[in-house]
């Protein structure tokens, strides 16, 4: 008979599984008529840091609250101002405003909506499973983010090409009802609440504080968070070029658009099945940084490709998402593992904060740089980057300790 905690996880993935493949899909249909609309770089670049930089900026905050309030209502709330910001850009376009200026500003109400439910959601996994499974249940959560990203991607290019961008929207409206609906049948517990004034904005900055001195005094952690913002500083622009490089190095179009983002999302599935099915004795860390020297080689080599190759880049876009699974499997695992569920709420804000912020930099020098110079130089450059950074970080003693500190505690 499945356990009561095996009972309230798999509802809540029933329903962030419907929210996920609805996002994806209109996700991708907005990247698909951005590109066909602009063709430009610099117009996703733009698209990619609205949908971003207000998360990043209110993180910390949100952060600081999420560990206050009620973790349930917290992302009830937080899905249904996405949603109806959503809402709001469908009828905008159903109206006939279809401008992109409307678009950066609806994908910035979305961020900050996602700055409530994102760390809500990875603080409330340690609240509902037992330690020792958090990496499967993390692989596991991989493996439906991965169908998200494979069916998402198909459904969203089918969606694009019969419908118009405005009704392609209400899909994700749908999504996020039935992600609230699933979160009234599941009890979630909390961390009992400091008992101090919320509105205290001197309380606010001391509990960010000790988030953030939650993660300094860790020094392998602390490693973990830079090297990771480091490669996310990498990453980031390529995931958002990755439409571009189909268009422009291999000459594809939607249907060749959607086979990248599927094979991505089929690697990343792979990924979180072995993760899920397998329990690996090796540590979660060595985990991370071999994904950094997977990812990282993946981009370098797909850069080095000619236009006559596309075979080989969806075969490296797999490989790049099988390392990527691993990575964020890994590297969740370590913090939930690592930080006190009470704080688990402001550490994942803060860390999305500090990675994004930079990134917005990254982000556009690269669509500059990317119509200088071309995609697949870029591709090369921060390939080699991210691949540096894995074998810097086999090179890092206290962070190559991070999990047998845990072990040696547990004897």
């Keep these: ?224 968070f830079l090297y990771s913002i480091i490669a996310g500083f990498c990453i980031m622009p390529i995931s958002v070029l990755f439409p571009l490089m189909t268009i422009e190095n291999f000459h594809g179009g939607k249907f060749e658009m959607s086979v990248i983002e599927s094979t991505w999302g089929i690697g990343a599935l792979l990924g979180g099945a072995v993760l899920g099915i397998w329990k690996p004795s090796v540590r979660k860390v060595i985990i991370v940084n071999i994904s950094h020297l997977l990812i990282g080689l993946a981009f370098l080599c797909s850069g080095l490709l000619s236009s006559d190759k596309f075979v080989f880049f969806v075969i490296l876009t797999g490989v790049g998402g099988i390392a990527a699974s691993f990575y964020s499997s890994g590297f969740t695992a370590t913090v939930q593992e690592e930080v006190h569920s009470g704080m688990l709420g402001r550490v994942f804000a803060m860390y999305f904060s500090i990675e994004v912020l930079p990134t917005m930099l990254g982000l556009v020098c690269t669509g500059f740089i990317a119509d200088l110079i071309g995609i697949g130089s870029v591709f090369v450059i921060l390939g080699f980057t991210i691949f540096i950074i894995g074998i810097i970080s086999f090179c890092t003693p206290s962070l190559m300790n991070l999990g047998k500190v845990v072990k040696l505690g547990k004897q």
């Design 1 to 224: 008979m499945m356990s009561s905690w095996k009972k309230r996880i798999t509802i809540l993935w029933i329903g962030q599984f419907f929210s996920l493949i609805s996002s994806s899909a209109v996700g991708f249909a907005i990247i698909i008529w951005l590109s066909l609309k602009t063709g430009s770089a610099e117009i996703l670049v733009f698209a990619a840091i609205a949908g971003l930089l207000p998360q990043a900026l209110i993180g910390p905050f949100a952060g600081v609250y999420v560990d206050r309030w009620d973790r349930k209502k917290t992302m009830i709330l937080a899905d249904g101002f996405v949603a109806v910001c959503t809402l709001v850009m469908s009828v905008s376009f159903y109206m006939g405003y279809e401008n992109i200026e409307l678009v950066y500003i609806i994908l910035g109400l979305r961020s900050a909506g996602s700055a409530f439910h994102m760390p809500a959601m990875q603080a409330t996994i340690p609240l509902l499973v037992p330690k020792d499974e958090l990496l499967r249940i993390a692989g596991i959560s991989q493996i439906i983010k991965s169908v998200s990203n494979i069916a998402g991607p198909a459904l969203g290019a089918l969606a694009i090409g019969i419908l118009s961008i405005g009704n392609v929207l209400l899909l994700d409206i749908a999504g996020a009802i039935l992600a609230i609906f699933s979160l009234f049948f599941i009890y979630i517990p909390s961390p009992r609440p400091e008992k101090k004034s919320p509105s205290s904005i001197k309380m606010i900055g001391e509990d960010m504080k000790i988030g953030f001195m939650e993660v300094i005094r860790n020094k392998g952690l602390s490693f973990l």
